[in-house]
């Protein structure tokens, strides 16, 4: 997995920066209750998508377990980002009217570290709230590019954000399925060198950096015509779970 400490610098520049960022926060919003006046933002990462969130009567925390990740979201919002590990969340039982987690869950180690963070999230939500979470991640990245074409051979592991999986993880915690949304990952269409490049730096966590698989697919992804062409932009997906008022 990445170290997202040393990623901090330039991880908003990487995953599509401001447009990316609005997209995300126009969608959490979208799926949010009208009468809800405090979120959550498990995992905020720098604060790009947490600081557009935050505002219009919503009063926003954020919560992350990098430190310098959290050092760069309390610089856009100065007293609201908190450090802590979203297994086990700093906050008492029913916090907040509202949690998100934006990319998150596909980073975990699997369906029983998922289904732990999703029972946090939901332990800190009020009655009547709501949780929103992406699923699905990594195949958003799927577009039938040709780029695509030559990963085709990579070890893919079960996701832990699987949409089904994340409404079996909510379901254990008493949450129901609210609504769904979709939003465009601006600038993050792949090139074949950044993917490349993408490989050798452990982004693709089933692939040794280093090993005959990685090599292989850099002579494959080598070839391709275009190598400074983004291929098509991912869209990404957004749930949401409801926490029933009478609990």
């Given at each position: ?26 969608a959490?919003?979208g ?6 006046r ?7 990462g ?13 009063r ?34 029913a ?36 949780f ?17 074409a030559?990963?085709?051979?990579r ?9 089904q999986a ?6 254990a915690?008493?949450?129901i ?8 990952g ?62």
């Amino acid at each position: 997995m990445l170290d997202y400490a040393k990623e901090a610098d330039r991880y908003d520049a990487s995953r599509g920066g401001e447009p990316r960022a609005d997209a995300a926060a126009d969608a959490v919003r979208g799926l949010l209750p009208p009468d809800a006046r405090t979120l959550l933002d498990v995992a905020c990462g720098t604060g790009l998508v947490t600081r557009r969130l935050a505002g219009a009567g919503l009063r926003v925390t954020g919560v992350d377990s990098a430190h310098t990740m959290a050092r760069m979201a309390s610089g856009r919002l100065p007293g609201a980002i908190v450090l802590g590990d979203s297994r086990s969340l700093p906050f008492p039982d029913a916090s907040f009217d509202a949690v998100c987690a934006v990319w998150l869950l596909h980073l975990l180690s699997g369906a029983e570290e998922a289904a732990a963070v999703v029972a946090e999230c939901a332990r800190v939500l009020r009655p009547g709230g709501v949780f929103v979470t992406t699923v699905d991640k990594a195949a958003a990245h799927d577009v039938g590019s040709d780029i695509d074409a030559v990963l085709a051979p990579r070890p893919v592991r079960p996701a832990a954000d699987r949409a089904q999986a994340v409404e079996t993880y909510a379901a254990a915690r008493g949450l129901i399925p609210a609504g769904r949304s979709r939003f465009q990952g601006h600038g993050q269409g792949r090139t074949p060198r950044s993917t490349v490049e993408d490989l050798h730096r452990g982004w693709f966590t089933q692939i040794p950096p280093d090993g005959p698989l990685a090599a292989r697919l850099t002579e494959g992804l080598a070839a391709l015509p275009d190598q400074e062409v983004p291929r098509p932009d991912p869209r990404f997906t957004v749930m949401s779970f409801r926490r029933p008022s009478a609990w």
